[in-house]
T-cell receptor, first 112, second 114 residues
Framework: QQPVQSPQAVILREGEDAVINCSSS?????VHWYRQKHGEAPVFLMI?????EQKGHEKISASFNEKKQQSSLYLTASQLSYSGTYFC?????????????FGTGTRLKVLA | NAGVTQTPKFQVLKTGQSMTLQCAQD?????MSWYRQDPGMGLRLIHY???????DQGEVPNGYNVSRSTTEDFPLRLLSAAPSQTSVYFC?????????????FGPGTRLLVL
């Protein structure tokens, strides 16, 4: 049930772009993206509620394709502060109740 | 607001010992959950609660118990600790369980079982 993220890890130079993908075997009603710095708790970045809708946050944006049950996170002109582990999160229903699960994570390292 | 708090920050247990990880939030959130984080495995849902008195199992519930007697508190109990339970545990909460709600995380508890 856990969404699968790709790549598992990526190393960039400052200014380079990156794409992180999140794929689910279950229907997606929404996708959230979080970033976790080393030794800290995950922090919310953005949410996508509708299929095909893109939401932006500074130089980080995301897309959501309901039909393909996928979401992608786009990091443009990466900065050192972008380093961390990125998680997609989504809600799945079980017996009429929602529960919130996360993807497998993508480790991003930005080098000077 | 303190947000989501967790205690202790770090704990060492011996195999077979029991303990309770505490989680509290002061945001009047209905939905609370526990995750464990292991290298390469992401965040896996252990148990969750959609309100006081209501709990349910997540993806990896074996070896853990929970209860939700108040809106604020959601403790996680390890009845007989095993080395496989060595992990970082995060508690999270959101206003409710609807898809639009953001999850707020506590700082985490690092557990080492010897």
């Amino acid at each position: 049930q856990q969404p699968v993220q790709s790549p598992q890890a990526v190393i960039l130079r400052e200014g380079e772009d990156a794409v992180i993908n999140c794929s689910s075997s279950k229907a997606l009603y929404s996708v959230h993206w979080y970033r976790q710095k080393h030794g800290e708790a995950p922090v919310f970045l953005m949410i996508l509620l509708k299929g095909g809708e893109q939401k932006g946050h500074e130089k980080i944006s995301a897309s959501f394709n309901e039909k393909k049950q996928q979401s992608s996170l786009y990091l443009t002109a990466s900065q050192l502060s972008y380093s961390g582990t990125y998680f997609c999160g989504t809600e799945i229903t079980t017996s009429g109740t929602y529960k919130y699960i996360f993807g497998t994570g993508t480790r991003l390292k930005v080098l000077a | 607001n303190a947000g989501v708090t967790q205690t202790p920050k770090f704990q060492v247990l011996k195999t077979g010992q029991s303990m309770t990880l505490q989680c509290a939030q002061d945001m009047n959130h209905e939905y609370m959950s526990w995750y464990r984080q292991d290298p390469g495995m992401g965040l896996r849902l252990i148990h969750y609660s959609v309100g006081a008195g209501i709990t349910d199992q997540g993806e990896v519930p074996n070896g853990y118990n929970v209860s939700r007697s108040t809106t604020e508190d959601f403790p996680l109990r390890l009845l007989s600790a095993a080395p496989s339970q060595t992990s970082v545990y995060f508690c999270a909460s959101s206003y409710d369980s609807s898809p639009a709600e953001t999850q707020y995380f506590g700082p985490g508890t690092r557990l080492l079982v010897l």
